[in-house]
């Protein structure tokens, strides 16, 4: 299993439907992050998360909102979905430590909004 | 700001040929630095970092990388590529004076012929 999962791994959506995209992982980590891939682009930011009580936002956290309901878990919600928000959609996870330094990511979410 | 520039979108080497990807960077304080490699249809995966000691770092699948701190470079070499190894690349560096963030260059495509 991987430590990092994502479900749905493909989805298309209309706009203006909400769309919930959810995180587990188990590897321990307390921090996870959501990232988008744009071509041309690389990774953006949306959110972050430290602990279930600490949520912050990214660089691109307009029309995105995130839930911290338990160290393993961590979903991206879209409120109101646009076609613009059309990506691949990876969430990650890393330690804090010096022997914790790098991100694990998820397989990603393909989201395409018609 | 922290940033990571990839100047290069492509990058196209014959197989059994050394291949360079470069990466330059921007950070506050020591940098904790990172290649990752995504293959089509997957997440990223971890190929070696840097943290401090030896400039010079060995990853996975006989990737090494070299940090030029003068030069705020971090260069992914590989001696003699293969047309596996035919992905797109992703340097990244952590940010430990502003919540422990990753910052993604904008990815290069490293193509391998045969």
């Known amino acids: 299993d991987a430590d990092v999962t994502q479900t749905p791994r493909n989805r298309i959506t209309k706009t203006g439907k909400r769309i919930m995209l959810e995180c587990s992982q188990t590897?321990?980590?307390?921090?996870m992050y959501w990232y988008r891939q744009d071509p041309g682009l690389g990774l953006r930011l949306i959110y972050y998360?430290?602990?279930?009580?600490?949520?912050n936002k990214g660089e691109i956290s307009d029309g995105y909102s995130v839930s911290r309901q338990a160290q393993a878990k961590f979903s991206l919600s879209l409120e109101s979905a646009i076609p613009n928000q059309t990506a691949l959609y990876f969430c990650?996870?890393?330690?804090?430590?010096?022997?914790?330094?790098?991100?694990?990511f998820g397989q990603g979410t393909r989201l395409t909004v018609v | 700001a922290q940033s990571v520039a990839q100047p290069e979108d492509q990058v196209n080497v014959a197989e059994g040929n050394p291949l360079t990807v470069k990466c330059t960077y921007s950070?506050?304080?020591?940098?904790?630095l990172f290649w990752y490699v995504q293959y089509p249809n997957r997440g990223l995966q971890f190929l070696l970092k840097?943290?401090?000691?030896?400039?010079l770092v060995k990853g996975s699948y006989g990737f090494e990388a070299e940090f030029n701190k003068s030069q705020t470079s971090f260069h992914l070499k590989k001696p003699s590529a293969l047309v596996s190894d035919s992905a797109l690349y992703f340097c990244?560096?952590?940010?430990?004076?502003?919540?422990?963030?990753?910052?993604f260059g904008s990815g290069t495509k490293l193509n391998v012929k045969p």
């Open positions: 990650a996870t890393s330690g804090p430590g010096a022997s914790n330094t790098e991100a694990f």
């Open positions: 590897k321990g980590h307390d921090r």
């Open positions: 998360s430290f602990d279930v009580k600490d949520i």
């Open positions: 950070v506050s304080g020591n940098p904790y």
């Open positions: 840097y943290i401090t000691g030896d400039n």
């Open positions: 990244a560096v952590r940010d430990l004076y502003n919540f422990n963030k990753f910052y």
